[in-house]
Protein backbone atom coordinates (compact mmCIF):
# COMPACT_ATOMS: atom_id res chain seq x y z
CA UNK A 1 0.00 0.00 0.00
CA UNK A 2 0.77 3.69 -0.22
CA UNK A 3 3.20 4.84 2.46
CA UNK A 4 2.54 8.29 4.05
CA UNK A 5 5.31 9.96 5.93
CA UNK A 6 4.71 13.32 7.91
CA UNK A 7 7.18 15.75 9.33
CA UNK A 8 8.05 17.27 11.69
CA UNK A 9 6.24 14.91 14.45
CA UNK A 10 6.37 17.41 16.97
CA UNK A 11 6.10 21.40 16.70
CA UNK A 12 6.11 24.11 19.50
CA UNK A 13 5.58 27.22 18.19
CA UNK A 14 4.87 31.10 20.09
CA UNK A 15 1.59 32.53 19.12
CA UNK A 16 2.04 34.35 15.86
CA UNK A 17 4.78 32.63 14.26
CA UNK A 18 4.33 30.83 10.42
CA UNK A 19 5.42 27.13 10.13
CA UNK A 20 5.34 24.56 7.70
CA UNK A 21 4.41 20.82 7.46
CA UNK A 22 5.20 18.32 4.95
CA UNK A 23 3.76 15.40 3.55
CA UNK A 24 5.49 12.56 1.78
CA UNK A 25 3.49 9.53 -0.10
CA UNK A 26 4.92 7.04 -1.89
CA UNK A 27 3.05 6.41 -5.31
CA UNK A 28 0.86 8.29 -7.33
CA UNK A 29 -2.74 9.52 -5.67
CA UNK A 30 -6.21 11.19 -7.39
CA UNK A 31 -7.14 12.27 -3.57
CA UNK A 32 -5.18 14.00 -0.83
CA UNK A 33 -6.70 15.75 2.30
CA UNK A 34 -5.69 17.59 5.22
CA UNK A 35 -7.39 17.44 8.19
CA UNK A 36 -7.00 19.03 11.55
CA UNK A 37 -7.75 17.12 15.01
CA UNK A 38 -8.35 19.41 18.12
CA UNK A 39 -7.72 18.82 21.34
CA UNK A 40 -10.93 17.39 21.99
CA UNK A 41 -10.73 14.61 19.06
CA UNK A 42 -12.59 15.87 16.58
CA UNK A 43 -11.25 15.89 12.98
CA UNK A 44 -11.70 18.76 10.85
CA UNK A 45 -11.45 18.53 6.78
CA UNK A 46 -9.14 21.65 6.15
CA UNK A 47 -8.61 20.78 2.21
CA UNK A 48 -9.15 18.69 -0.60
CA UNK A 49 -6.02 19.02 -2.55
CA UNK A 50 -4.65 16.25 -4.70
CA UNK A 51 -2.83 18.96 -6.47
CA UNK A 52 -2.06 22.52 -6.96
CA UNK A 53 -2.85 25.43 -4.43
CA UNK A 54 -5.76 26.46 -2.10
CA UNK A 55 -5.82 29.12 0.51
CA UNK A 56 -8.12 29.66 3.12
CA UNK A 57 -7.85 32.27 5.48
CA UNK A 58 -4.25 32.06 7.48
CA UNK A 59 -4.14 28.14 6.04
CA UNK A 60 -2.57 27.25 2.84
CA UNK A 61 -1.69 24.00 1.19
CA UNK A 62 0.08 23.17 -1.98
CA UNK A 63 0.54 19.78 -3.54
CA UNK A 64 3.03 18.76 -5.93
CA UNK A 65 1.57 15.27 -6.79
CA UNK A 66 4.68 14.82 -9.84
CA UNK A 67 7.08 14.70 -7.21
CA UNK A 68 4.37 12.86 -4.33
CA UNK A 69 4.59 15.52 -1.52
CA UNK A 70 1.96 18.19 -0.14
CA UNK A 71 2.77 20.99 2.32
CA UNK A 72 0.05 22.98 4.18
CA UNK A 73 1.09 26.25 5.82
CA UNK A 74 -0.10 27.87 8.88
CA UNK A 75 0.43 31.72 8.82
CA UNK A 76 0.11 33.89 12.46
CA UNK A 77 -0.64 30.54 14.19
CA UNK A 78 -2.92 30.94 16.96
CA UNK A 79 -3.32 28.62 20.17
CA UNK A 80 -6.61 27.63 18.75
CA UNK A 81 -4.40 25.80 16.01
CA UNK A 82 -2.77 23.53 18.59
CA UNK A 83 -3.35 19.76 18.10
CA UNK A 84 -2.60 17.44 15.14
CA UNK A 85 -2.40 17.57 11.62
CA UNK A 86 -3.03 14.48 9.65
CA UNK A 87 -2.45 14.29 5.82
CA UNK A 88 -4.18 11.51 3.49
CA UNK A 89 -3.88 9.84 0.42
CA UNK A 90 -5.94 7.58 -2.27
CA UNK A 91 -5.98 6.23 -5.35
CA UNK A 92 -8.70 5.29 -7.84
CA UNK A 93 -7.68 1.58 -8.18
CA UNK A 94 -6.56 1.41 -4.94
CA UNK A 95 -10.08 1.00 -3.41
CA UNK A 96 -10.25 4.68 -2.64
CA UNK A 97 -9.68 4.18 0.86
CA UNK A 98 -7.29 7.16 2.50
CA UNK A 99 -4.13 5.94 3.99
CA UNK A 100 -3.46 8.48 6.82
CA UNK A 101 -0.18 9.52 7.82
CA UNK A 102 1.29 9.92 11.02
CA UNK A 103 0.00 13.32 11.63
CA UNK A 104 2.72 16.47 13.27
CA UNK A 105 1.35 17.76 16.84
CA UNK A 106 1.51 21.11 17.14
CA UNK A 107 1.48 22.87 19.99
CA UNK A 108 1.04 26.86 20.06
CA UNK A 109 2.28 28.65 23.53
CA UNK A 110 0.75 32.05 23.97
CA UNK B 1 -28.75 15.46 9.33
CA UNK B 2 -26.24 17.88 9.46
CA UNK B 3 -23.00 16.41 10.46
CA UNK B 4 -21.81 12.38 11.04
CA UNK B 5 -23.65 11.06 14.22
CA UNK B 6 -21.68 8.34 16.22
CA UNK B 7 -23.10 6.66 19.30
CA UNK B 8 -22.09 5.80 21.89
CA UNK B 9 -19.90 8.16 22.70
CA UNK B 10 -18.28 6.21 24.83
CA UNK B 11 -18.19 2.63 25.43
CA UNK B 12 -16.86 0.06 28.33
CA UNK B 13 -16.93 -3.43 28.22
CA UNK B 14 -15.42 -6.53 29.77
CA UNK B 15 -13.32 -8.82 27.39
CA UNK B 16 -15.24 -11.35 25.73
CA UNK B 17 -18.36 -9.36 25.29
CA UNK B 18 -19.83 -8.21 21.89
CA UNK B 19 -19.98 -4.23 21.08
CA UNK B 20 -22.28 -2.29 18.71
CA UNK B 21 -21.25 0.66 17.44
CA UNK B 22 -23.42 2.67 15.21
CA UNK B 23 -22.71 5.63 12.87
CA UNK B 24 -25.09 7.65 10.97
CA UNK B 25 -23.31 9.54 8.04
CA UNK B 26 -24.38 12.69 6.55
CA UNK B 27 -27.80 12.88 4.65
CA UNK B 28 -27.14 12.11 0.84
CA UNK B 29 -23.40 10.89 1.05
CA UNK B 30 -22.99 7.99 -0.59
CA UNK B 31 -19.60 6.75 0.95
CA UNK B 32 -18.98 5.69 4.71
CA UNK B 33 -15.44 4.80 6.13
CA UNK B 34 -14.62 3.01 9.52
CA UNK B 35 -11.29 4.05 11.45
CA UNK B 36 -9.83 3.23 14.08
CA UNK B 37 -7.60 5.28 16.17
CA UNK B 38 -5.41 3.85 19.21
CA UNK B 39 -3.93 6.89 21.75
CA UNK B 40 -1.72 8.69 20.08
CA UNK B 41 -1.30 6.56 16.85
CA UNK B 42 -2.93 7.60 12.93
CA UNK B 43 -5.92 6.33 11.58
CA UNK B 44 -6.17 2.98 10.76
CA UNK B 45 -8.78 2.04 7.82
CA UNK B 46 -11.22 -0.99 8.40
CA UNK B 47 -14.06 -0.87 5.97
CA UNK B 48 -15.43 1.28 3.29
CA UNK B 49 -18.81 1.20 1.65
CA UNK B 50 -20.08 2.46 -1.60
CA UNK B 51 -23.40 2.82 -2.55
CA UNK B 52 -24.57 -0.77 -3.23
CA UNK B 53 -21.46 -2.19 -3.82
CA UNK B 54 -19.91 -4.86 -1.71
CA UNK B 55 -17.76 -3.36 1.13
CA UNK B 56 -14.16 -3.31 0.76
CA UNK B 57 -13.36 -4.74 4.11
CA UNK B 58 -9.49 -5.03 3.35
CA UNK B 59 -8.60 -3.40 6.82
CA UNK B 60 -10.86 -5.54 9.09
CA UNK B 61 -7.86 -6.95 11.75
CA UNK B 62 -9.93 -10.24 12.48
CA UNK B 63 -12.87 -12.33 11.82
CA UNK B 64 -14.32 -10.95 15.20
CA UNK B 65 -15.65 -7.68 13.30
CA UNK B 66 -18.07 -6.89 11.00
CA UNK B 67 -19.71 -4.12 9.89
CA UNK B 68 -23.11 -3.50 7.77
CA UNK B 69 -24.75 -0.48 5.85
CA UNK B 70 -28.40 -0.95 6.11
CA UNK B 71 -30.45 0.88 3.25
CA UNK B 72 -27.43 2.93 1.87
CA UNK B 73 -27.26 4.94 5.51
CA UNK B 74 -26.88 4.12 8.98
CA UNK B 75 -23.75 1.87 9.30
CA UNK B 76 -22.83 -0.73 12.04
CA UNK B 77 -19.56 -1.89 13.45
CA UNK B 78 -19.55 -4.99 15.39
CA UNK B 79 -16.85 -6.84 17.73
CA UNK B 80 -16.96 -10.27 19.18
CA UNK B 81 -15.82 -11.39 22.01
CA UNK B 82 -13.90 -8.10 22.66
CA UNK B 83 -10.42 -8.02 23.68
CA UNK B 84 -8.16 -5.48 25.61
CA UNK B 85 -5.88 -4.21 22.32
CA UNK B 86 -9.16 -3.44 20.84
CA UNK B 87 -9.68 -0.37 22.90
CA UNK B 88 -9.17 2.35 20.67
CA UNK B 89 -11.26 5.75 19.36
CA UNK B 90 -13.81 4.41 16.75
CA UNK B 91 -14.49 6.82 13.60
CA UNK B 92 -17.24 7.00 11.32
CA UNK B 93 -16.42 9.16 8.33
CA UNK B 94 -18.86 10.19 4.99
CA UNK B 95 -17.88 11.09 1.81
CA UNK B 96 -20.48 12.55 -1.20
CA UNK B 97 -18.85 9.93 -3.90
CA UNK B 98 -16.08 7.67 -4.78
CA UNK B 99 -13.28 8.59 -2.81
CA UNK B 100 -12.84 11.91 -4.53
CA UNK B 101 -14.55 14.33 -2.24
CA UNK B 102 -14.16 15.78 0.61
CA UNK B 103 -13.96 13.40 3.90
CA UNK B 104 -16.25 14.39 7.11
CA UNK B 105 -15.63 12.62 10.31
CA UNK B 106 -17.90 12.05 12.92
CA UNK B 107 -16.79 12.52 16.77
CA UNK B 108 -15.86 8.91 17.50
CA UNK B 109 -16.67 6.32 20.09
CA UNK B 110 -14.28 5.86 22.56
CA UNK B 111 -14.05 1.73 23.17
CA UNK B 112 -12.31 0.33 26.80
CA UNK B 113 -12.28 -2.86 27.15
CA UNK B 114 -11.46 -4.13 30.94
Known amino acids: GIQVEQSPPDLILQEGANSTLRCNFS?????LQWFHQNPWGQLINLFY???GTKQNGRLSATTVATERYSLLYISSSQTTDSGVYFC????????????FGGGTRLMVKP | GAGVSQSPSNKVTEKGKDVELRCDPI?????LYWYRQSLGQGLEFLIY????????KSGLPSDRFSAERTGGSVSTLTIQRTQQEDSAVYLC????????????FGSGTQLSVL
Open chain 2, 49 to 56: FQGNSAPD
Open chain 1, 88 to 99: AVGRRNAGNMLT
Open chain 2, 27 to 31: SGHTA
Open chain 1, 49 to 51: IPS
Open chain 1, 27 to 31: DSVNN
Open chain 2, 93 to 104: ASSLDRGVEKLF
